[in-house]
């Protein structure tokens, strides 16, 4: 770089993968200086944890479309694996940065590392621009006198409605001007995608990762399917929800441009008003899970709840792989665990009634379920994965009552009456009648043959009775309750 060229404006992207409303790309971009984009996948910096498997496939579609957007603008994005504030003082110092621009990743071990960042820049001196861009509000908004938030999420959604709506998203910018980059790593060298086997083709099929399908995923549900959402949105037998949460979760879209997109339907049309609270209070979930993992930033390996600390969890591997497989013999959850394997996701309705019959039934730790999750959902996401997990378990924040056990014959029967969803998913039960498709161990022999359903030979008969496994649970509740 000749002394005459302006110094370059470095944008690290993290969870963000998009140009509209990122709000350090755009105040990068306002200096008018040339850019530098960087990517930088950071799985050994402390408590960084490595993407599971599904969403690692997703990653490598999202670069690949945010390389697109980025080179359509006038740049490039370079990719790096490593420590991140390491990889960005290099960058930086090496591009002769002016400052560097990113936005907040609010988790303790990311802080950390932004820590660890500003440190080193600072005593180049370079100057770090850190912006929201994650959440509806930061951490520290919806903090009380004691200094944490709030573990229940009613008192936590009226602190965050009460500050007001947030920001107008942010236009992207259209054109920048792109500063020399430096050498970056090959996309496929980073092995983000499976090859032997390859076991993503339900993946591609189900979902297009990036910016544009984000958009066209928002635009397709407030178009089509949010009406009746407060509703219709527990029946997985129907196409009622939004479908945003991995690209929510790779900041393909942002949570403030869901809410305004959303707002902006309602006022056009009030008939949907109450679907339209009900889905943004969906959208606040997820900020709450977050502010759970930033006030314990153990969430995924420890209770809540230490009461909890001295369940009775049961070691059954055989029982564990039968839940992992969709062979448990209970045609709803073992519908929801095949639609895991094969779309990387799982209706949310069905996500609670699988999480329940694994703690509860089964009595297997839910840490097990949850570490299952982290590497089969696209939609994995660090505060959302655990803190439902530990919801469902009772040892959560804002928990679901110890007696909640999801009976999954009448969760079935009711969300999925006529059980078109367990045909998708479990097509052996396909030729059941719709009276019995839930507990195929009640039909008669005759019905059995005509469905062409053995038991116990090309489909399982149920691996726990409920009515025992839930006494069981509650004996084993009872425990901590004692203690």
């Not at 448990?328 to 639609?339: F, K, L, N, Q, S």
């Not at 999954?408 to 009711?414: A, N």
Request: aromatic letters at 10%; one cysteine or more; charged letters at 20%.
């Amino acid at each position: 770089m000749t002394s005459t060229s302006p110094r370059p404006a470095l944008v690290w992207f993290r969870d963000d993968l998009r140009l509209s409303d990122h709000p350090a790309l755009a105040a990068a971009a306002s200096t008018g200086r040339p850019l530098l984009c960087v990517y930088v996948l950071d799985e050994v910096s402390e408590g960084m944890r490595p993407h599971g498997g599904a969403s690692r496939w997703w990653l490598a579609q999202s670069l690949r479309s945010l390389q697109r957007s980025l080179s359509a603008a006038g740049t490039d994005l370079v990719l790096r694996r490593g420590a991140a504030a390491a990889i960005i003082t290099e960058l930086a110092q090496h591009s002769s940065a002016a400052a560097v621009y990113f936005n907040d990743v609010a988790t303790v071990p990311a802080r950390a590392v932004v820590a660890e960042l500003n440190d080193r820049l600072a005593a180049l001196g370079i100057t770090t621009h850190s912006h929201l861009g994650d959440l509806l509000a930061a951490p520290e908004l919806i903090r009380g006198k004691d200094g944490r938030g709030p573990k229940v999420f009613t008192p936590f959604w009226k602190r965050l409605l009460a500050l007001g709506a947030p920001p107008q998203p942010l236009a992207a910018p259209s054109q920048v001007s792109a500063a020399p980059a430096p050498a970056s790593d090959q996309l496929d060298s980073w092995a983000l995608q499976p090859t032997t086997p390859d076991w993503a083709g339900g993946l591609r099929d189900c979902w297009q990762p990036g910016e544009q399908g984000a958009q066209r995923a928002l635009q397709q549900f407030l178009d089509q399917a949010i009406a009746g959402y407060a509703s219709d949105r527990d029946r997985p037998d129907r196409d009622a929800t939004s479908r945003l949460s991995p690209h929510l979760r790779f900041g393909e879209i942002s949570p403030r441009q869901i809410w305004h997109a959303a707002r902006f339907a309602a006022a056009a049309q009030p008939a949907i008003s109450a679907d339209v609270d009900k889905f943004l209070s969906e959208l606040g979930w997820r900020d709450f899970c977050r502010q759970l993992l930033f006030d314990q930033p153990a969430l995924t390996t420890q209770n809540l709840q230490t009461s909890f600390d001295r369940f009775p969890w049961r070691d059954d591997e055989a029982a564990l792989r039968a839940w992992q497989r969709g062979l448990t013999g209970y045609p709803i959850v073992d519908a929801g665990m095949r639609e895991l394997w094969q779309t990387g996701t799982m209706h949310n309705r069905v996500r609670m009634v699988v999480a329940s019959f694994l703690v509860k039934h089964l009595l297997i730790d839910w840490r097990h379920g949850e570490q299952w999750f982290w590497d089969t959902l696209v939609d994995a996401d660090p505060g959302s994965n655990p803190g439902n997990w530990q919801w469902v378990a009772g040892c959560g924040a804002d928990a679901a009552p110890y007696f909640r056990v999801f009976n999954p014959i009448l969760q079935g029967e009711k969300f999925d009456p006529n059980g078109d969803y367990v045909r998708r998913f479990v097509p052996e039960l396909a030729r059941l009648p719709a009276a019995i498709i839930h507990q195929p161990w009640t039909a008669t022999p005759l019905e059995l043959a005509s469905a062409g359903v053995t038991l116990g030979k090309n489909y399982p008969a149920p691996i726990v009775d409920h009515r025992l496994g839930r006494e069981r649970a509650l004996a084993a509740y009872a425990t901590v309750r004692k203690n």
